[in-house]
């Protein structure tokens, strides 16, 4: 029943399991060496310490340090669906992919520079939805009232939902016919919006998802920074008669800072990088409605283009990685996190 | 601010009487729950709409109704999605991949949160500073060089280059986490039991961890949402029709040319329903650990 056979079973527990055995073995070996060359050789003080990372370093260093200098590799080579075997590295190739990343279309139609735009719009759009929907909620939910706590958990239901469902059933609310939105429409007597084949509407498809998928998050977030401020400036400041928005203003916001900024660089990043929203609610393949991760994912998967994106991706990475320089410098330093 | 450091007013009879003065007029009142209800309706709609498709029967998945509860509901779509498709199938490799990955992920990130926290050693301020910045690197970025990397060592259409993938790709963020929960466990603790005749080691596994199960248990659960959830990686590892994980079956129900949407419907339910109920439970506590790390600094 449901292609559950004792076959399948055993299939995937053994599959998993020589993976785990694999993982503990290759644990042991790297652990007995280091032991053997930090604690009885070297004497380190620092034997136990680094005997504890070492796992996770061996970990991260296969998985994140060394694919990032394989991609690096890869950019300067013509490494294709063609060339799979047989790719030939040279600084010539790497000068025509870079080259070609910001002259050629990235997939068939748009150049770089328009989906980067667009990308940053997305990134704004979503984020100022996010923060201001958010912090309403946090608001109107700060309060002493009844059924707050029946409110909070409803509110909290497009976070909970695993994202591909969401955004697979909100793909199938945008159905011309069917979807609910459009019966909606036709029912207030507009006329139904052709969601997944107009390009900005199809745009707009991915930010409504977005934004109803974010929103509960910064909510959350928030609501939990407003409960940590004090009532009394509250009433101290209404005794000097200032307006809510002065309250707001003056009191809400500052205090609110340390819990809003992490949140809103959490969120930056992770809108930016954000694959399935932008790649499941465009069904129609539309490039005008691809960012550049999905730009990035379509070039290398469905184009098999993969020293082309190795090169792309080392450019989006650039990108990244000058908004946080830029931005660690107007905030001041990575102090915290050395303590 | 001086105004903290002032001692917590007593509910007075004088406090009730200028709330009750400032007290927010019925209609204003009535104004706020009908914003949070419309709220609240947007927030769940979508979801009762699926439920809605998953009890339609077959022949009418197709319809311009918006009733939540259809006349003729009928369990139709979820005794075929358990008979036609493999859904079970999809559910248990999903389940076997993320429990593994998820204890090998709480253990490798345990372990390295505790040499964080608890030594100055060399190089440890970049170290840390490394692990923020993997954060901002898009998993699609890597995904180029791993899929070659599986390919090259024949792993695709395996679970081992997933496995050990997923088990590393929370590890970052759930080493700030501990740290962060370590860090507030006075060290004096693990002093006394080292006195006492434990070695650090035992004093971690005796003292620290019990101490940390709250911080634990959100790791764990991150882990295991993360791996459970994820769609993009399990998309190039897998290609056979009989290894897929249920985002991968979710979206073949789903597929471009011939929607199932009433399967599609009903296996979303049977999925999110112990998901989001595991993650309304325990919302509380993985907020706590997500605000952990970024408040302590």
Known sequence: ?339 | MSVQAKPRKEKTTFYRFFHAARGDSPFKRLLIHLVLIFSCVIAVYPVLRVFSVSIRPGDRLLSTSLAIIPDDASFGNYIRLLTEKDFLLWIWNSLVITMATAIIGVILAATSAYAFSRWKFPGRGPALVFLLTTQMIPAAMLMVPIYIMAARLKLINTYVGLTIAYCVSSVPFSIWILKGYYDTIPVDLEEAAEIDGCSKISAFLRVLLPLSTPALAIVFLFNFMTAWNDFMLARIMLQQENMLTWTLGLQRLQGQFQTQWGMFAAASILVMVPVMSLFLYSSKWLISGLTLGSVKG
């Open chain 1, 1 to 339: 029943m449901g292609g559950l056979t004792l076959e399948s079973i055993t299939r995937s527990l053994g599959q998993v399991g020589t993976t785990v055995l694999l993982i503990l073995v290759a644990s042991v070996v790297i652990e007995l060496l280091l032991y053997l060359l930090l604690g009885k050789a070297l004497r380190s003080r620092y034997a136990l310490p680094f005997m504890l990372l070492a796992p996770a370093a061996v970990g991260l260093a296969l998985l994140v340090v060394y694919p990032i200098g394989f991609e690096v590799a890869l950019a300067f080579s013509n490494m294709s669906l063609k060339y799979f075997r047989n790719p030939t590295f040279g600084l010539a190739q790497g000068w025509n992919n870079f080259k070609t990343v910001f002259t050629m279309p990235v997939l068939k139609q748009v150049k770089f520079f328009p989906i980067f735009l667009h990308t940053v719009l997305w990134t704004t759009i979503n984020l100022v939805f996010h923060v201001t929907g958010g912090m309403a909620l946090a608001l109107l939910l700060n309060r002493p009232m009844r059924l707050r706590g029946l409110y909070r958990t409803l509110l909290v239901f497009p976070w909970a939902i695993p994202q591909v469902i969401a955004c697979l059933a909100w793909r199938g609310e945008f159905h011309f016919e069917y979807g609910f939105v459009n019966v909606m429409l036709t029912r207030l007597g507009l006329t139904p919006i052709k969601w997944m084949t107009s390009p900005s509407w199809n745009f707009a498809a991915i930010c409504i998802t977005n934004i109803w998928l974010g929103i509960p998050f910064m909510a959350v977030i928030f609501l939990g920074g407003l409960q940590s401020i004090p009532k009394d400036m509250y009433e101290a400041a209404e005794m000097d008669g200032a307006s809510a928005w002065q309250q707001f203003r003056n009191i809400t916001l500052p205090l609110m800072q340390p819990v809003m900024t992490p949140a809103i660089i959490l969120g930056t990043i992770w809108t930016f990088n954000n694959f399935n929203v932008p790649f499941f609610i465009n069904q129609n393949e539309l490039e005008t409605s691809d960012i550049l991760v999905t730009a990035l994912f379509r070039a290398a998967f469905e184009y098999n283009r993969y020293g082309f994106s190795a090169a792309f991706a080392i450019v989006i990475f650039a990108v990244l990685f000058i908004f946080a320089v830029l931005y660690i410098r107007t905030v001041g330093g990575l102090k915290g996190v050395y303590e």
